[in-house]
């Protein structure tokens, strides 16, 4: 094999590996129950979710395991009793987090340390994003919700790659879900990612999508 044709394998590997990810995967709604997830594989999720992408490397976000059964039947309560909560190995509660500008410093901080980003990056990332973002709700929810969002696909695939079954859910009450993990005030739920064994007997499949030409259009 010539030093030319290795990249070139590589991504065709990659390429099918990847096709066959997102043509197999599918919104998990029921799990083998009385199943769990061992801290390492739940930390090992989160740190490939958390190479997601985000405006200006801002990391807005943040994520909540809800593995033991009490925390799991308090979560079922806000998302109005949909059950794969309850059989789940975990649910991560998706958050985003506002005024995100004010620790972007901070999480610029270890890219600069190791010489990743000149430190007068860092200062003009975070004039930016401090004259944009203040007092803008709306900007900051927006990327509350970005950033979230990238973060549930990312944990989804990690989750389907290690194996196991993913879910998204927005069929929560908000206001209550908040009460009920005691979010911070700079805090907004996104998006609920179950994660969990499938069911054995299961034949769902994926469901159709939109023709290609149908959401493509050229500029
Ligand atoms: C933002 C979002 C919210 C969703 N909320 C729920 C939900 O609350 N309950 C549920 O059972 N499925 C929920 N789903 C799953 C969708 O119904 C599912 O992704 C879609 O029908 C496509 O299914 P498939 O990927 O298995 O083909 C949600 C999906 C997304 C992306």
Request: glycine share 4%; proline share 5%.
């Amino acid at each position: 094999m010539t030093a030319q044709s290795q990249p070139l394998a590589q991504t065709e590997l990659n390429l099918q590996s990847f096709t066959a990810l997102m043509e197999n995967r599918i919104s998990t709604g029921r799990y083998q129950s009385g199943q769990s997830l061992d801290q390492q594989s739940i930390e090992t999720l989160i740190r490939l979710t958390s190479l997601s992408p985000s405006a200006y490397n801002l990391q807005n976000w943040r994520f909540i395991a809800v593995q033991s059964a009490e925390a799991k039947a308090r979560l079922q309560a806000q998302a109005y009793g949909q059950p794969q909560i309850a059989s789940a190995a975990v649910t991560f509660i998706i958050c985003g987090t506002l005024n995100a500008h004010r620790q972007l410093h901070t999480a610029l901080q270890p890219s600069v340390d190791s010489g990743i980003l000149p430190a007068k990056v860092q200062q003009s990332w975070v004039d930016a994003a401090t004259q944009t973002h203040t007092d803008n709700p709306q900007l900051q929810r927006d990327e509350a919700f970005r950033s979230a969002s990238l973060a549930a696909m990312t944990l989804m695939l990690a989750a389907e790659s290690m194996g196991l079954a993913a879910g998204p859910m927005s069929g929560f009450d908000a206001e209550g879900l908040n009460k009920a993990f005691q979010l911070d005030t700079d805090e907004v739920p996104v998006m609920l990612v179950t994660v969990g064994y499938p069911e054995k007997e299961s034949n769902r499949q994926q469901k159709r999508r939109k023709p290609v030409a149908d959401v493509l259009s050229y500029a």
